[in-house]
């Protein structure tokens, strides 16, 4: 791990070594038991100013969500999920995720589903459930309380539609992309989590391996963009 760790404030943020922080990437998950590739980067688009951050859930599909989801960066849980990250899962640390987001330049996400609202988002639903209490402490969010956060500064909530059909992950560390959802992958961007300050390497690959098993156990299959 301890080469994606390593940090170098240069005004830009954060510098990755490039061939070190593929090779933690795959050995993380190579160890977890997962099949592991090294993704074609011509598949990543540029995220655009004021996109919206949401969650790397696999039904963000072309059509059914709004443009500016789609072309915004992803991290399970949107900007719940970076609260958690930084082990502030309460609705402070919600609201300091969603303007640090901000800060960075993209707008605020969350999301449900039309069966079960605010709780359609499985990151969501595993935190408040406690799945991942050892990670990131004891949650204290109300969803619905959580969403007005967003709406107050900004972000933004879509509620999606239709099962998990994820075959795998796509796992990207290309600062500034992202890759738009077809169905076949959840859509993670790693580079996003790391520019927050607060984030370690080693809590975000936990969460998003985690997740995915959770969510789509027969998804062990993870392709990473460097
Ligand atoms: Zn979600």
């Known amino acids: 791990m301890a080469s994606i760790q390593e940090r170098s404030v240069n005004g830009n943020g954060l510098y990755f070594p490039r061939n070190g922080e593929y090779s933690s990437v795959e050995?993380?998950?190579l160890e977890r038991g997962w099949?592991?590739?090294?993704g074609d980067n011509g598949i990543l688009v540029g995220t655009s100013?004021?996109?919206?951050?949401?969650c790397g859930d696999d039904r963000f599909k072309n059509g059914e969500v709004p443009e500016d989801h789609r072309y915004?960066?992803?991290?399970?849980?949107?900007?719940?999920?970076?609260?958690?990250?930084?082990?502030?899962?309460?609705?402070?640390?919600?609201?300091?995720a969603t303007l640090d987001i901000s800060a960075l330049g993209y707008r605020a996400g969350m999301h449900g589903d039309?069966?079960?609202?605010e709780l359609g988002c499985g990151f969501n639903r595993l935190l408040l459930n406690g799945y991942f209490?050892?990670?990131?402490?004891?949650?204290a969010i109300d969803l619905k309380t959580a969403r007005q956060v967003l709406d107050e500064h900004g972000g933004s909530y879509v509620d999606l539609s239709g099962i998990h059909t994820a075959v795998g992950l796509n796992f990207n560390f290309v600062p500034g992309t992202t890759i738009l959802?077809?169905?076949?992958?959840?859509?993670?961007?790693?580079?996003?989590?790391?520019?927050?300050?607060?984030?370690?390497?080693?809590?975000l690959l936990e969460l998003t391996a985690a997740t995915v098993e959770a969510l789509k156990p027969d998804a062990k299959n993870?392709?990473?963009?460097?």
């Open 35 to 38: 099949n592991v590739k090294h």
């Open 27 to 29: 050995n993380f998950f």
């Open 114 to 117: 039309v069966e079960n609202d």
């Open 49 to 54: 100013f004021q996109s919206v951050l949401n």
């Open 222 to 226: 993870v392709t990473i963009y460097t």
């Open 133 to 139: 209490n050892g990670v990131v402490g004891t949650p």
């Open 181 to 203: 959802s077809d169905g076949n992958n959840f859509g993670v961007d790693g580079w996003f989590a790391l520019l927050i300050d607060g984030v370690e390497p080693d809590r």
């Open 72 to 96: 915004g960066p992803s991290i399970f849980g949107g900007a719940v999920g970076i609260a958690a990250l930084r082990r502030e899962p309460t609705l402070e640390g919600v609201r300091r």
